[in-house]
């Protein structure tokens, strides 16, 4: 398999950055000082839902999505997160410094994550939805939020991605790499229609290595990124006819040349990189199963699937179901790319499925209640009030099927259904779920503070439960009740995101699982968008 020089390719790289760090010196404003250390690192790449739609601050109208990370109630992700050391590598043109008056995130710097490392334009786009991009963020924010939780202290990221980027050859090469393939060997087979001698074309793989070998350069004498795993979000350009058929074998090749690659850069640098795995063949990746129902998008999930089951170290993280899209994007199509809460739970996803990963559970955690399934976005009916009666999946606990379940007013940003809650009713629902030893449950859901709500006091609660005979009338036991925390916000939908509020234990295997969303509170209250999630 012919290769890539790659150190030659990689010094001058470095060469032609100069003057693109000189460009954006004057925007690391929170460039990372501390003592030396071993930072647990991960890499994110792929295309354009790796890159990122979700909004920041939005500074003009007409921009897509219209909803911030403050009107979706994660304003705690809008700050600096100084856990978070980062590095964002692009081609040497792709360089967007600011747009709207705003500063853009820095590109080829070490600096402490910023909620806007996402896509940056500055020019007409698309179909005219205005030509800034706004601050833009993808599944980094939330992972690396989550992460550094979770690990207790510091971490680091390094992301290169392009959108509509393939990891099959592409149709016509461009000199500089701009929306060009991944592909791992330019080589030309006789039969090629393309007939590009090795190396005639730089593409995004390259920029893709040069990233991670020239964060290693850049970072602090006496530090060391010790490379966790790969974020892979990518397949959607793959998803055609031409393309989807042979995704499988063009993922399986990327890996196995990637690991190989990050090893020979890893010796080239043997005091700034290390491996976490026994060796750089076992090095991990998380592939994120694309979204889409078309022939070919199925195609290109199924070879995910089959790739990831073939090996002990990758793993598919669930970017399909329960998980929201923009209905119209900055080309009018909808369904494509994630949205600023869809970009969220991305992140959290893939947060979700590296922690499981390292206590040797299953990576991909499954949606019990969530979206369209069993109705855990109130939507399946609607109307300005519907009863219970009338709303499907979920049960009133209080006993009165009649009364109001879910209202089309004080709707959360989706304009949607949302529950109505009460202390003279519960939201009760059978998931349908067998409890196994060792599950695990995460819940997520917004709500708002309504009539007579009492912001000191008054929360929402959500309980697991069996019952003795197994239906949701039966006597009944909870397993586990999480309180939302109080109002902070008055008349603002706030997010709950409450993860392992629960793991299984032998004495209530084989029983059926029910959630029960409730409150004490004389006054009311909305509740939307609820998610049930459970790891085996």
């Given amino acids: 398999m012919g290769k890539r020089n790659l150190k030659g390719f990689l010094g001058e790289r470095v060469k032609q950055r100069t003057w693109v760090k000189a460009l954006i010196a004057g925007l690391t404003l929170h460039a990372w000082v501390a003592d030396a250390e071993v930072i647990d690192t991960w ?7 790796a890159e990122g739609y979700g909004i920041t601050e939005s500074p003009v109208d007409g921009l897509a999505p219209a909803d911030t990370l403050d009107s979706i109630g994660r304003s705690d992700l809008n700050t600096v997160h100084t856990n ?8 040497v043109d792709d360089i967007c410094t600011e747009s709207a008056d705003m500063a853009m995130a820095p590109f080829d710097s070490w600096h402490s994550m910023l909620p806007y490392e996402g896509l940056t334009f500055d020019w007409p786009w698309g179909k005219g939805q205005g030509k800034e991009s706004g601050r833009r963020f993808g599944p980094e924010l939330a992972f690396g939020y989550d992460m550094q939780q979770i690990h207790g202290g510091e971490i680091a990221i390094i992301k290169y991605a392009r959108g509509s980027a393939s990891i099959a050859p592409a149709d016509n090469p461009k000199t500089n790499g701009d929306w060009n393939d991944y592909v791992t060997d330019n080589t030309p087979e006789p039969d090629e229609i393309v007939p590009n001698p090795v190396d005639t074309y730089i593409n995004n793989y390259d920029h893709l290595l040069a990233t991670i070998e020239e964060a290693a350069v850049a970072l602090p004498a006496g530090d060391t990124l010790r490379i966790q795993g790969v974020l892979w979000m990518q397949g959607e350009a793959d998803a055609t006819d031409n393309r989807a058929d042979d995704y499988k074998d063009n993922l399986a090749k990327f890996i196995e040349d990637l690991s190989d690659d990050i090893s020979k850069i890893a010796d080239a640098n043997t005091d700034k990189i290390e491996r976490a795995a026994a060796s750089w063949d076992e090095l991990k990746f998380f592939i994120g199963l694309i979204g889409g129902e078309h022939a070919n998008d199925i195609t290109v999930r199924t070879a995910m699937e089959t790739v990831a089951a073939g090996s002990p170290n990758i793993y598919t993280v669930d970017a399909h179901t329960g998980i929201s899209t923009m209905t119209s994007d900055d080309w009018l199509l909808g369904g494509l790319h994630y949205d600023t809460a869809g970009q969220v739970e991305l992140g959290k996803r893939y947060a979700a499925a590296v922690t499981l990963s390292e206590t040797g559970g299953n990576a991909t955690p499954q949606i019990i209640v969530g ?17 219970f009666a009338n709303t499907a999946n979920w049960y009133n606990l209080g006993g009165d099927q009649t009364v109001w379940a879910t209202k ?3 709707a959360y940003i989706d304009g949607s259904q949302n529950a109505l809650l009460a202390g003279n009713k519960g939201f009760g629902l059978d998931t349908g779920h067998t409890i196994s030893e060792g599950n695990s449950f995460d819940i997520s859901y917004v709500w708002y503070d309504a009539h007579n709500w009492v912001d000191a006091s008054d929360t929402v609660s959500v309980s697991l439960f069996v019952t003795l005979d197994d239906t949701i009338t039966g006597e009944r036991h909870d397993l586990k009740t ?3 925390p109080i ?9 709950v995101d409450q993860n392992k509020i629960y793991t299984a234990d032998a004495t209530y295997e084989g029983k059926t699982l029910f959630v029960a969303i409730e409150t004490s509170s004389g006054g009311f209250a909305r509740l939307d968008n609820f998610e049930l999630i459970v790891t085996p």
């Fill in 43 to 49: 890499i994110l790449s792929g295309q354009s839902n």
């Fill in 371 to 387: 979206g369209s399934v069993l109705n855990g976005d109130f939507n399946a009916y609607t109307g300005a009030k519907v009863d």
């Fill in 84 to 91: 978070v050391r980062f590095y964002r590598g692009t081609s």
């Fill in 487 to 495: 109002s902070t916000q008055n008349s603002t939908y706030e997010t």
């Fill in 482 to 484: 999480k309180q939302s």
């Fill in 408 to 410: 089309d007013n004080i």
